[in-house]
């Protein structure tokens, strides 16, 4: 039988020895200057890279949350809390990045009146800190505006799932990105008129199916030029008037069903009314646009992807239609 050994390296053990590696935190511990200057550092490592030896477009941190103010269109700024990610461009032979950097950057900007515009400065600073050539931040929040109902009056916050991003390239350009999920109903105009025909034809009543839908708007914003989260939902709004609704009385219900009759759409409508408007606005440089229709007939969902068709833009490659579900 197999002699066991007596000594154990972090416990001790039953025999009475003392671990060979105590475990110990000394809270009282303060680091100098010469003992933070003596502490390894990877980066001075010739031999840490595996894999191939070549350029990274994206690597960073993602998921961290901190409060910040939003600036509003009219009125006070609100604080909300905010999910950041950050990226920067690794060269071929570097070994990696210090990911508090890109934290530590952002953070020296939390106490700003935040904008898609604030964005560019950040950038600027974390990626001149770590050396990049090329870096990116988005900023996602749940952004709440105030709902009027249709005829009751009442009033109601809606959340509208937001997010700002920026982009700097080489050369230093920045390009600017506001993205917005819009909640609507779409009523069928087939399922209508067959609804209408049953009616007419034979008496029977029937009710055509509608389904919640939702749009995913992505705009980058002309240089120079602002746009607001509050014109950008006026956008949709005014495209597909149809908004789910948050406070409703009996009157507001009737208003919905005659609003949803009113404005019955496929889903290839809605793709194209959301272009209209925002192929209006000489603030929006690009855009693109995914819609889904979660249908209330089938087991699947009715999809569309529009975009500008800017050479080298946005482009309609938009796959993700369970991340529209509502």
Known sequence: MKKKSAKLYLHRSRRGAEPVMPRRFDAAFRPSAEYRAELPDMMEAVDAIEGAPVPIQQVGVAGFRLPLRFA????APRELEATVTGTVSLEAGLKGINMSRIMRSFYEHRERTFTPETLERILADYRRRVGAHEARLRVAFSYPLLQRSLRSGLDGWQFYRAAYEGVMDRAGRFRKY??????YSSACPCSAELAE???????????????????????????GKKLTLEDLHAHCLAALKTETQVLVKREDEQA??????????????????VYE??????????FQVACAHLESLHSHDAVSVICKGVPGGLRADFMDFASLVC
Request: hydrophobic letters at 45%; charged letters at 30%.
């Open 72 to 75: 509003v269109k009219k009125g």
């Open 277 to 286: 408007r925002l192929a209006g606005d000489r603030r929006v440089v690009d």
């Open 197 to 223: 025909h049953a009616r007419d034809t034979r008496g029977v009543f029937s009710v055509p199916h509608s389904q919640r839908s939702k749009a995913r708007v992505v705009v980058e914003v002309a240089r």
């Open 256 to 273: 919905f069903a005659e609003m949803n009759g009113a404005y019955i759409k496929f889903v290839e409508d809605a793709a194209r009314l």
């Open 178 to 183: 506001i993205h917005l999920d819009f909640v």
